[in-house]
């Protein structure tokens, strides 16, 4: 039975994905109407393009959706996307409290691990859940400060996609004797499903981010038993989950 969960930020607690694409766009037109990248470099981004590029630190991820920008170009598109998110304030998936209040009930451990740097502090102060997480991983950007957010945050310089990414959590669950099999991935990327397959940790996907329920078995082959609306279902997931066991 599970005695860990962890959770990827973005999308699976926070609802952050609609905004971010918003952003994408708005940098998009933005930095063609000022020339500063010209329109060739930045092709309008497909669904796909989200679905599969989505879960990186935002430099990375900008570099893969557009391939064609250089690194100075790059690096203004996040500047002026991180902009544009700081507009509009982010609040938490519905439910989202309920399941992590719940999980604490029901004497689970939760660490979050993400991926972002850009604005970490300035979402979740606001939003107060640092409070149910027992480990707090976040990107380590080397332009930004490290900014704690959470007593036993720590910072970590590789991507979703990286072996190393999990390194520091599954140092820690060692300690508090919790193997891979106890511990599950809540995400909603595919980066985030490809290394837990690669790590043996059990996934669970969530249809709050780019990928729908289809889209888990087209582009990751993820077992629809596997998939949830959102992580309001997750305690009864986990219940179904105890059952079947």
Known sequence: MFKLV?????????????????????TRERLIKQKIVEKQKLPFPKKETFILNWGYPGLIAIRKMFPQLSE???????KNWAQNEREKKLTLIKGAKTTLSWLKRENFLCAL????????DFHLKRLKVEK???????????????????PNHIFHPSPKDHPSFFEKILSWAQQKKISKREMIFVDDTLAGL????????PFVGVCTGPMGRKD??????LDQKYVIKSVAQLPSWLESFKKRV
């Open 6 to 26: 962890i959770f990827d930020l973005d999308g699976p607690i926070l609802d952050s994905f609609g905004r971010a694409k918003i952003s994408v766009f708005k």
């Open 194 to 201: 490809r290394l837990t397959k690669i790590l043996g940790i």
């Open 72 to 78: 100075l170009e790059a690096w203004h598109f996040v």
């Open 216 to 221: 888990w078995q087209r582009y990751g082959n």
């Open 132 to 150: 149910y997480f027992d480990f707090f991983q976040s990107f380590e950007n080397p332009a930004l400060p490290k900014i704690k957010v959470h």
């Open 113 to 120: 691990l993400t991926t972002r740097s850009h604005n970490l």
